[in-house]
Every structure is written in structure tokens, then in C-alpha cells.
Nanobody, 127 residues
Framework: VQLQASGGGLVQSGGSLRLSCVAS??????????MGWFRQAPGKEREFVAA????????YYADAVKGRFTISRDYAKNTIYLQMNSLRPEDTAVYYC???????????????????WGQGTQVTVSS
């Protein structure tokens, strides 16, 4: 399984970015698995941001981003997105997408429950 994240960059506080993560693999069926976004700031542990179930019917957000970020998935493009609005300097981090091979009805927020990870994309929010 390969996950390719993109869309990061430098943005001013209050601005927006949309991250994308394309999933691929010879036997990988995108519609079967939950997906998530995590982030890691310098000197901090990787933390949960948002997740979506395999069906797309359930999403979950960290309290810090609730109401500002939206996760979605496009089955035709094997892609998940993270729309980030009203960005703040504390959102600065490397953002990672990940796949969860368990078919959960509720998205997982736990780093160790995700099976494959993308390479990360840097998001920097200036004040």
C-alpha cells in the first residue's frame, strides 16, 4: 500500500489549505478501509486530527480542529481530503495520512491502530 500526501504549504493565520492523500496498491481496495489524518509538530508526539470510516458514513475530529477541518473521501479517485479552514499557528505540523485495515463502524483515533502511513506534508501557519 502506498499513500501519497500533498497540499501542504505556508499560509497566514485565518487562511485555508486542502490536503490530499492518494492511496494505491496492487491488491488495495480503497473502499474497504478507514482512513485518517494525523499531525506531528516539532518535539511533540504524533496526534490524531480526523478520520473517516471505510463507508464514509462516519467521521471523527479532534477537539482542536472540530468546526474548522473537514475530512472527506472520493472513491473514484482513491483519495481522501482534509479541508482546513481558519488555520492557526498551533496547526503548524507535518500532516500524515494513514489507512486502518479494520472495518470499524467508528473511526479510530489511535496511532497504533493504523497500518500504513504516508510520507507527510508540511503545513506552516504564520501569525
Amino acid at each position: 500500500v502506498q499513500l501519497q500526501a500533498s497540499g501542504g504549504g505556508l499560509v497566514q493565520s485565518g487562511g485555508s489549505l486542502r490536503l490530499s492523500c492518494v492511496a494505491s496498491g496492487p491488491t488495495f481496495d480503497f473502499s474497504d478501509y478507514g482512513m485518517g489524518w494525523f499531525r506531528q509538530a516539532p518535539g511533540k508526539e504524533r496526534e490524531f486530527v480526523a478520520a473517516i470510516t471505510w463507508s464514509g458514513g462516519s467521521t471523527y475530529y479532534a477537539d482542536a480542529v472540530k468546526g474548522r477541518f473537514t475530512i472527506s473521501r472520493d472513491y473514484a479517485k482513491n483519495t481522501i481530503y482534509l479541508q482546513m479552514n481558519s488555520l492557526r499557528p498551533e496547526d503548524t505540523a507535518v500532516y500524515y495520512c494513514a489507512v486502518d485495515f479494520s472495518r470499524r463502524r467508528v473511526p479510530s483515533t489511535v496511532v497504533t491502530e493504523y497500518d500504513y502511513w504516508g510520507q507527510g506534508t508540511q503545513v506552516t501557519v504564520s501569525s
